[in-house]
């Protein structure tokens, strides 16, 4: 125990990543237990097609967020600048600007794309959703510090805060209405409050409107590919709803959503610590020439890889059972989709920590070429399962693209000097035959699906 207690002390890297690490797993941990709470109450309260409405809100709302990112978070992560007041200030003008674009971009759209999905009242909710992104713009930079030096204990606690608050407004307006407006609202409301929060009680010096000319061309000449990146994001992301949202029906797309958000909760563990905690641990730990650097990141990717295919193998297993004990009758069939996208999500939890040893080196071209192929690959081989196979084909795709890609994703991480065939081959071997046990003792249940 004492030398646990000792190797979380002190100002060092990996005393940081430890405590970081742990803030990150305890914040995740408690902002998707707050979720679970808040979706099993506004279960009773609201119907599914409401959920599958808010399904169809989000991905406007996170398509227009990625496909706008111009990677200020990751420049501040990165950039020998990013303590610089004058740059950390041009960040946030830059921030701005695209949050007030996002939201007139939002208001001319809504029409559109309540079209496309035949829903008239996504008209209305997608402009208020939007607010968030206006929100968000304005939210500090000292969020972003907080990650880069890895101190988190703070912001977690704000991040939480917000969140719980956010939940409160959702289930208020929920018991007034009955209406799937109160998701919405929630959105903005948590915005809402984070902002306050943060600027106000994160420590640090508060962000005026600057314009550095330097800065300036630095963020946007590093985040030119993080834009391409990220819109590719969107569509690696939220591609399996967004085909969906025009294939099912609205109720079952809420279905489909709440399946989703309980089988992946272990892979969005996952990226929430890898995003925050790699980058700055291959920036001040390089693995190139050192294998003292490479050996200690190798014991951090398999902590991850065991941790979360563990918990995506137990999600899997526990799935039918898991819906039938918080759900009731309207929501069952999201216990066999919870166990199919547990088990779906496992091959990208075992190449996670590659990605982030390019945007450690600044290589976002590099990075834009793996999402590049990622989104092409994702959509066409969920367009084409789920011709052949229905919603269990979409599902499996979601994993197939991953095995697919991984070749442009070993020469990505060969780049860096990053790539651990050993641990690839044995750690997809074991989930492989585990997940194979897991659909076996379900299979009965997935035939529930196979009419969808």
Not at 86 to 105: D, M, P, S, Y
Request: glycine share 10%; hydrophobic share 55%; charged share 15%.
């Amino acid at each position: 125990m004492k030398q646990i207690a000792t190797a979380f002390r002190g100002s060092g890297l990996m005393a940081r990543v430890l405590r970081s690490s742990s803030w990150l797993v305890i914040g995740y941990g408690g902002s998707q237990a707050m979720r679970l709470a808040a979706n099993l109450i506004l279960t009773r309260l609201l119907f599914p097609e409401a959920f599958g409405l808010m399904a169809l809100v989000m991905v406007a709302v996170m398509g227009l967020g990625l496909f706008s990112d111009v990677g200020i978070g990751t420049s501040i992560a990165q950039n020998p600048r990013g303590d610089d007041p004058e740059f950390l200030n041009t960040a946030w003008t830059i921030q701005i600007a695209r949050g007030v674009i996002l939201f007139v971009a939002a208001c001319l759209l809504a029409k559109p794309v309540a079209g496309f999905y035949g829903e008239a009242d996504l008209a209305l909710y997608l402009p208020i959703a939007a607010l968030s992104l206006l929100l968000a713009g304005f939210y500090p930079t000292r969020i972003e510090t907080a990650n880069r030096h890895l101190l988190v204990g703070r912001l977690t606690g704000l991040t939480l805060l917000s969140q719980g608050l956010g939940i409160a407004v959702v289930i208020i307006v929920a018991w007034a209405t009955g209406s799937a407006i109160a998701l919405v609202l929630g959105g903005v409301a948590e915005a809402a409050f984070r902002l306050t929060l943060t600027h106000f009680f994160l420590p640090g010096p508060a962000n005026r409107l600057r314009w550095d000319r330097s800065a300036a061309l630095e963020i946007l000449h590093f985040g030119k590919w993080i834009f391409l990146s990220t819109g590719l994001t969107f569509v690696v992301s939220q591609s399996d709803r967004a085909i969906l949202g025009r294939y099912l029906s609205l109720d079952m797309l809420g279905i489909y959503n709440i399946g989703y958000f309980l089988g992946s909760f272990p892979m969005m563990l996952g990226m929430a610590v890898s995003t925050k905690l790699m980058i700055p641990v291959y920036r001040d730990k390089p693995v190139r020439g050192n294998r003292d650097n490479w050996r200690k990141i190798r014991r951090l990717r398999w902590a991850m890889t065991v941790g979360l295919s563990a918990l995506l193998l137990a999600m899997a297993l526990a799935g039918p059972g898991l819906a039938a004990l918080l759900y009731d009758d309207r929501y069952l069939l999201s216990g066999p989709i919870l166990s199919l996208v547990a088990i779906s999500l496992i091959p990208q939890v075992i190449g996670m920590t590659y990605d982030d040893a390019a945007l450690a080196a600044g290589d976002a071209r590099s990075f834009f070429v793996l999402m590049l192929a990622r989104a092409v690959v994702r959509v066409a081989t969920i367009m084409a399962a789920l011709a052949a196979f229905g919603l269990i084909g979409a599902i499996a795709a979601l994993g197939l693209s991953v095995v697919l890609v991984y070749p442009v994703q070993a020469w990505l991480a060969a780049r860096h000097h990053a790539w651990d065939p050993v641990h690839d081959a044995l750690a997809a071997l074991v989930c492989a035959l585990l997940s194979a046990a897991v659909i076996a003792v379900h299979w009965d249940s997935f035939t529930g699906l196979a009419g969808f």
